[in-house]
């Protein structure tokens, strides 16, 4: 497993009965989780004194319990400063066991030893965008939704990148990947981070089993002659490691000679030292 263990603004306090507290930087929130299967007695004084939970509704949905947070707040990892508010279905605006992915295309594209192209599918908030411009890169962010990319944008800007070589894109991420096809442009690597599911402006469908894979097959068409990588990510329980590393084989092998790995992504807990699951990535890498 990749442990994102290298926070200090972040933390897994605990986890118990289908919930998870954490610690965001001066803040304690607990929200659910759905890999949180087990019941432990919870001992810590954040369960009861959370500034904020996110409660399930057996209806679909939920909503927040606010008792004492700000309506938005900073987080610091290393050099990388992210802006969070809680909003829709639990989320704050980062996903932080993605530290792990960071740090190892951080390292692949500070060794290249040469201008690195990055493209970054469902780029949501833009956590790897800026990782990457960080390490030097030159980036293309796109997602579907406006406001994510406005987010995005401040993340950069309060991470020292407002002047970074960073393409801000409003678009559905499929159709890009055609039209750069066709215009014959190409990136150094490629980063994807797709829904589960989601609907296009004109009720086209995404569902990711039905539809990745085509995704990836067009997008590993993009690489450059000297690719880097192509990264993967998934939070759905049925793209197991193992299926990620076959579609990522069956994909860019044909294309470029290089290894793939695959594993799930996890988070440290601060309670009992065990490390809480959060989804999987595959990796392929240039030989």
């Not at 930087?25 to 759905?34: E, F, G, I, N, S």
């Not at 470029?256 to 807990?269: F, I, N, S």
């Amino acid at each position: 497993m990749w442990i994102a263990d290298n926070w200090k603004d972040y933390e897994v306090i605990d986890t118990s009965s289908g919930e998870k507290l954490e610690r965001w930087a001066d803040y304690m929130l607990v929200r659910p989780d759905p890999q949180v299967i087990w019941n432990t007695e919870k001992k810590h004084m954040g369960w009861k004194k959370f500034n904020a939970r996110y409660n399930r509704s057996n209806k679909g949905g939920g909503e927040w319990d606010f008792r004492n947070l700000p309506e938005e707040w900073t987080i610091n990892y290393k050099e990388l400063t992210f802006h969070l508010k809680p909003f829709s279905f639990k989320h704050t605006g980062l996903f932080p066991e993605q530290a792990a992915n960071w740090d190892w295309f951080y390292e692949l594209i500070k060794n290249a030893d040469r201008p690195i192209k990055v493209l970054n599918l469902f780029a949501y908030t833009g956590g790897a965008t800026v990782s990457a411009a960080k390490a030097g890169a030159a980036v293309t962010h796109v997602d579907a939704a406006k406001g994510m990319v406005q987010w995005a944008k401040e993340n950069a800007a309060s991470s020292g990148l407002a002047d970074a070589p960073i393409r801000w894109l409003v678009d559905d991420c499929g159709k890009f990947v055609d039209r750069e096809l066709r215009r014959g442009n190409s990136y150094d690597a490629i980063i994807m981070d797709p829904p589960s599911y989601g609907r296009g402006p004109k009720g086209e469908i995404w569902k990711i089993e039905d539809c990745v894979y085509d995704l990836i097959l067009r997008s590993a068409k993009l690489l450059s002659d000297k690719p880097l990588f192509f990264l993967i990510n998934s939070y759905t329980t049925g793209l197991q490691p193992a299926v990620l590393s076959y579609m990522l084989h069956t994909a860019i092998d044909p294309l470029h000679d290089g290894y793939v790995e695959a594993d799930e992504v996890g988070l440290p807990v601060k309670s009992n030292g065990l490390v809480l699951p959060c989804g999987a990535s595959g990796r392929w890498v240039a030989k």
